[in-house]
C-alpha cells in the first residue's frame, strides 16, 4: 500500500472512526473494525474509507488542504464505478459493504462541496447531502433482512415514538406550525392547494416524531446526529418536489429541521450546514414576503451545539 494510503488508513482507524460512529459499541464492532475489514474484499469500500479520511485530515491540516482534497477526489472517483454498479445488483454478499460506502458518502458531500448549504434544486450539478440521505432509505428498507443479520445489525432498531412515551421539550414550538396547514385556516395562503397542506402536515408529523426520538426512553444507539438521517428520507416524494419549488410551508419545514443540524455543529462534517441553509431559506422567504420569515423565528433563535 502506497505511504499517502497507509496515513489515511491509520487516521481512519485512529481518529475519522470516533467521529462517524454515534455509539460505543458501533464505533469499535462497526466503524473502526467491519468497515476496513470489508474495505479488504471490496476495494470500492476502501476507497471511499481513504477519501473521508483525506477531508477529515484537511480538516485538521488545513495547510495540505490542496493535496489532501487532491487526494480524496481520486480516491472517491476510483470507488464510484465499481459502487454505482454494485448498487443496481446488490446481492447478499456485497450489500453490507454497499450500505457502508452510502453512509460515507453522505460526510464525503458534505465536507467536498463548498455549496453545502444551498437550496435543492432540479438543475443542481453536484450531488446534494439531501438527496443522499434520501438515497439511504429504500437501500435500508430493501435489504433490511440481510443487513439487519450483518454487522450494521445493532443499529437497525426500530422505536415507535408517540407522544406519550418520550418527552420532547420543544414540541411546542413544532406544534404551532399545525396552523400553517390546517385547510381553511387563516394562515392558508392564495395558490396553496389543498394536496400541498396535507404534503407539510405529514411532513410536519414526520419532523416531530424525528425530534422526539433522542429523548425516547431505552433507545440503543440515536442520538440527534442519527436523527437527522431520519427524516430526509421518511418525507415524501411530493414533498422534495415542494422544496425544489421553493414552496414557503414546505422552506418553513427545513427550517426547523436545521434546529437539528445546528445541534450537532460541532461535529466536522455537519459544521456550518445548519446556520448556512437556515440563511437561504431566510432569504428565500423574504422574497415570497406576506410575513413567511416570521415562522422561521424560533429556528433562527436556536443556538448552535
Known amino acids: 500500500m502506497h505511504p499517502q494510503s ?21 464505533k ?32 485538521l491540516q488545513p495547510s495540505r488542504a490542496a493535496s489532501l482534497t487532491a487526494l480524496a477526489r481520486t480516491h472517491e472517483q476510483a470507488a464510484l464505478p465499481s459502487f454505482r454498479a454494485l448498487v443496481s445488483s446488490s446481492s447478499p454478499q ?52 440481510v443487513l439487519k443479520e450483518g454487522p450494521f445489525g445493532p443499529l437497525l432498531v426500530t422505536q415507535h415514538i408517540t407522544k406519550e412515551n418520550c418527552d420532547n421539550p420543544d414540541d411546542y414550538e413544532l406544534e404551532k406550525l399545525e396552523a400553517l396547514f390546517e385547510p381553511g385556516g387563516d394562515t392558508m395562503q392564495t395558490g396553496t392547494t389543498a394536496e400541498e397542506l396535507q404534503v407539510c402536515a405529514q411532513a410536519l408529523a414526520i419532523l416531530r416524531r424525528v425530534f422526539r426520538l433522542p429523548y425516547a426512553p431505552n433507545k440503543t444507539w440515536l442520538d440527534v446526529r442519527g ?4 427524516w430526509p428520507g421518511a418525507v415524501s416524494q411530493v414533498f422534495v418536489d415542494l422544496l425544489y419549488e421553493r414552496r414557503p410551508g414546505a422552506l418553513v419545514l427545513l427550517a426547523y429541521f436545521c434546529v437539528l443540524l445546528k445541534r450537532i455543529d460541532s461535529y466536522w462534517y455537519f459544521e456550518g450546514l445548519g446556520v448556512g441553509l437556515l440563511k437561504r431559506i431566510g432569504e428565500e422567504l423574504d422574497r415570497r414576503g406576506e410575513g413567511w420569515r416570521e415562522w422561521i423565528g424560533w429556528a433562527e433563535r436556536e443556538p448552535t451545539g
Open 28 to 59: 469499535q464492532s462497526i466503524w473502526h473494525t467491519d468497515i476496513p475489514r470489508m474495505g479488504l474484499s471490496h476495494p470500492f469500500l476502501m476507497y471511499g474509507t481513504l477519501a473521508i479520511s483525506a477531508l477529515h485530515l484537511c480538516h
Open 94 to 145: 456485497n450489500i453490507h459493504a454497499v450500505f457502508a460506502f452510502s453512509g460515507i458518502v453522505v460526510p464525503y458531500i458534505l465536507t467536498s462541496s463548498s455549496g453545502q448549504a444551498r437550496l435543492l434544486s432540479r438543475n443542481d450539478k453536484e450531488a446534494h447531502w439531501f438527496l443522499a440521505i434520501r438515497g439511504l432509505m429504500p437501500l435500508c428498507a430493501e435489504n433490511w433482512e
Open 6 to 26: 497507509l496515513e489515511l488508513l491509520h487516521h481512519y482507524r485512529t481518529t475519522v472512526f470516533l467521529t462517524i460512529a454515534t455509539n460505543a459499541t458501533a
Open 227 to 230: 436523527a437527522v438521517f431520519i
